[in-house]
């Protein structure tokens, strides 16, 4: 565990000292909500509409942080240091998608924020327990196969492009539920009872996925 | 000594799919609101069936090669993706004729299975892709098979999703009350499966036979006529079987190749 807690903290450090993921991620999701509000053509969205337009766009945007994920270690050498290292190597993985879920949910504080003024309908602070429930879930999802992608993708020859393919159809199931999960917290009539179904679904893609990403990163370390 | 047994394999596939195409036709009897249409049935559902059932094997390949390092069972992964994806676009392509003729549209979102299948079509698309962009060969084995497993996981995952966000149209073909086949057409339906499945797998021998048959000639061409007069690779997505020339013993003669040496 120590590993991992070190490899977590350089990459926190780093992204304190010259943010680049958090920002860029930020700035992608605000300019999406107005592009929604214009492609949409509406002032106001809720229910599933609502749902699917904040869990695309955090998907989305995730997409840019899974990107720069592990450039830093392609380019200056972290893969050697932790090869050298005396510690297994799931302490990366570990790492890294603690430290990509952090970055979401950094993300998302003020993501969710601007979306419940640019666009948002009903009043968002009933839902906002839900909603906590919902995005920790998602990020889980988005953390473990975002964490496994960005190390499959990084020293492949064309990673901007691997690593959207790759990532998007694996995260669909996660999408499906936590669309379906946020849209009776959007209701127009106010939030409603999370449906405990998708709650499962969700729940079981974050285990599935976050053990066998656990169990095969080690292959992706090997050289 | 390549492609053993593959004349059997022929000819048993062929048996099975002349006698499911028969029994189709003249036996099933015809449905009683879909008509001669609903035949498609004994093609595109065993296709379907066929194809997950190959992406989740091609999976548990991959796995028995992170396991052993044995690059066979990459070859293997890959020709079991390889046909499947090819089975996929037929089951996609059958499954929206049908949908056409019975419901009218060419694509039907509250089609779960169809859904599914496109969303599995899409990301084993990025199988090749992948692959392609790794050069190094072993690296490539390595890549490709974890991807194939989280890939295999992911198909009973995402169905068990998809299926739970639609309210279903699609006839269950089995087990439920009262959607459940008369026993003449379930009857036809498994020799139509085991058909479907024979052709798979003689697709995925003749694909492993051509490669293997293919690499063994270019060991044999550089023996013979020095590596200089064998072009060198280029970067290819199909897994690499090595050079089998390059770990032999020069010493051990022009034309003698180990693997032909007699018994």
Redesign the interface.
Known sequence: MRPSVALLRKDLLLERRAPEAVPAMLLFTVITFVLFHFGLGRDEVSGQLAAGVLTVTLLFAAILGINRLFVSEQEEGGFDGVLLAPIDRTALFVAKAAGLFLFLSLVEVVAVAAFAILLLAPSPWPALPGLLLTLALLNGALAVVGALVSALAIRTRARDLIVPIVALPLLTPALIAAARLAAPLFAAGGAQALPTKWLAVLALYDLVFGLLAYAVFDFLLED | MYGKGLRALSLATFAALTATFALVFFYAPLDADQGFIQKIFYVHVPVAIVTLCAYVLGGIFAAVH?KTHDRRWDLRSYVVIHIALIFNVIGLLTGAIWAKASWGHWWVWDEPTLVSFL??F??FA?YQ??RF???DP??QA??A???A???G??VP??F???R??TATVHPRTFGTANGGLPSQMAWVFVVAIVAMALLFALMCCYEIAAKQTRWQLRALRRRLLGSDAVAPLGRSAAPALGEPSRSAPHESGRGSYPAEAPS
Do not use: G, K
Request: avoid cysteine; hydrophobic fraction near 70%.
């Open positions: 992170l969303i599995v899409l990301l990025t892709p992948l962009s790794i050069e072993e690296r390595r890549y098979a974890v991807f497993v989280m890939a996981a992911f995952l995402n068990a999703a998809v739970a966000a």
